[in-house]
């Protein structure tokens, strides 16, 4: 197998609307495109939650790779699971508060799952990793004060532990980035598997 040593021969396309992802993927010097899809994130509610983050993720990236020729395509899928329920994005404030309330002095797991699809071929390789996060306890009016910085809106479980939802974040027990929506190591094992050594593709910090 030949490893690229950038990826200039092969384009690599982020299937995310996330501006979280666009930054981390930028952050390793790749060069990319965004395009991104609209499937429903749907998903059998018996399904497990390791099982729905590679499944979303699978379904988000082959949407984006059926629409192309050439490229390899990433998609990426985050979910928060407390008490076996999973919380995706708040759809309005009282459920992002509602989200808060039931995650504040306790501890829930953060599942990302990743999705590399070979557009030329539809080979894929999906893959998932969980990271456990402790939440301190917060009161109603630190709850509502939250809510209304607009941060929760569009994160699952209603925080963001990259932003002021930092503060609420005890410790975790896991990789930081799939809490953040792309687990960074996962993504690079599975880009290898396509030939591509992000460890190689270097900019200058
Ligand atoms: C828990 C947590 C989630 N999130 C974000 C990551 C994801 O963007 C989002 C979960 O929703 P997703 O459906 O995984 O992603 P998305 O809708 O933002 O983007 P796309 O489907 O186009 O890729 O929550 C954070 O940014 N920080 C956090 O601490």
Redesign the pocket.
């Known amino acids: 197998m030949t490893i690229d040593s950038k990826n200039g021969s092969r384009r690599i396309i982020l299937?995310?609307?996330?501006p979280?992802?666009r930054e981390l993927l930028e952050q390793l010097g790749l060069s990319f495109d965004v395009i991104?899809s609209d499937v429903a994130?749907q998903f059998d509610p018996e399904m497990p939650p390791a099982e729905v983050?590679q499944f979303?993720a699978d379904k988000?990236g082959a949407a984006v790779a059926n629409s192309i020729k050439h490229g390899l395509v990433i998609?990426?899928?985050?979910?928060?699971v407390i008490d076996e329920q999973i919380l995706?994005?708040p759809d309005s404030v009282s459920s992002a508060k509602q989200m808060l309330r039931r995650l504040a002095g306790r501890t829930h797991t953060?599942y990302?799952g990743i999705a590399v699809i070979d557009a030329e071929t539809m080979n894929k390789k999906i893959s998932y990793r969980s990271t456990v996060?402790h939440m301190r306890e917060l009161s109603d009016e630190e709850i509502d004060v939250y809510v209304e910085s607009g941060e929760p809106m569009?994160?699952?479980?209603a925080?963001?532990?990259?932003?002021i939802?930092s503060t609420l974040v005890t410790s975790v027990e896991g990789c930081y980035f799939t809490?953040?929506?792309l687990p960074m190591s996962l993504l690079a094992e599975l880009l290898w598997e396509f030939g591509v050594n992000v460890l190689a593709v270097h900019k200058p910090v």
């Open positions: 299937a995310s609307g996330s979280r992802r991104t994130e983050v979303l988000k998609a990426a899928d985050t979910i928060v995706g994005k953060v990302s996060v569009d994160k699952a479980g925080y963001a532990i990259q932003g939802g809490v953040v929506g």
